[in-house]
């Protein structure tokens, strides 16, 4: 008894592991964090953040969201990420040619303005 396995299922699957992927990767860069804190924790830094920890980690998350909005927004500002999305489509051969055709077509479709 041999069953196909159904594509969309599969598909679906898929999604919902890229997704989750994300939502790890976000966990992932708090424990970053934390793990930076960590590393001070026999230094007189270290002790007082550890001592003081009801103040100190609220602190240090509100400050890391902080500081990763701020960096998001100069990112959005500057394009970086358009820019960078842009060099990649032009790397793709295949995005390059959806490009080429769709240039094709605007030129055929468009009439000559003289």
Avoid at 25 to 52: A, Q, R
Avoid at 62 to 73: M, T
Avoid at 103 to 112: C, G, V
């Amino acid at each position: 008894m041999s069953k196909r396995i159904n594509k969309r299922s599969f598909i679906r699957w898929k999604i919902y592991i890229d997704r989750a992927r994300m939502y790890i990767g976000y966990i992932n860069f708090f424990m970053i964090g934390f793990v930076f804190l960590k590393s001070f924790k026999d230094t007189l830094w270290g002790n007082y953040i550890y001592e003081n920890y009801y103040y100190t980690f609220p602190l240090f998350v509100i400050l890391f969201l902080l500081f990763s909005l701020v960096l998001g927004f100069i990112d959005s500002k500057l394009g970086f990420r358009e820019e960078e999305q842009r060099n990649l489509s032009n790397s793709n051969p295949v995005q390059r040619e959806i490009l080429s055709l769709l240039k094709e077509i605007k030129e055929a479709t468009t009439p000559d303005m003289k």
